[in-house]
């Protein structure tokens, strides 16, 4: 239809292109809150379900708006500690639990995305993740 009226360009501009942004918001988001400075990653002796989920996840730092865009992922270390919470009661559940009011943190501001981009891998001796 699109490009019926509007042409090749109309079908970039109005289908693909926002599609290719909100794409790659989502790997980003996904990306960021498992791959961040402080994240911590433990063998399977010392895992506990807890230890990922805080350790493990971010609290994605973002505008109110980003929060109700994103349905809430934000709050991505409570959604690990117990994925049946609705969305809509993530920001709840962390504002009455003190234990969860202190997450490890990140955002889409820039010196945000650049470090979580720099990280690569798990150094085992360092015990954090470091680029390549």
Known sequence: MLLYYF???GLILFSILPHFISGALGAYLFYAQHNFPGVKFVGNEEWTYE???LDS???MDLHPFWHW???NIGYHHIHHLNARIPFYR???VMAHF???QNPKVTSLKPKDIIACFKLKVWDTDK???VGV
Do not use: D
Request: aromatic fraction near 10%; charge should be negative.
């Open 7 to 9: 042409g090749w360009e």
């Open 69 to 71: 865009v994103t349905a």
């Open 98 to 100: 003190p234990e969860l």
């Open 51 to 53: 230890g990922a989920a």
């Open 90 to 92: 993530l920001p709840e």
């Open 127 to 129: 015990q954090e993740m």
């Open 57 to 59: 996840s971010s609290f």
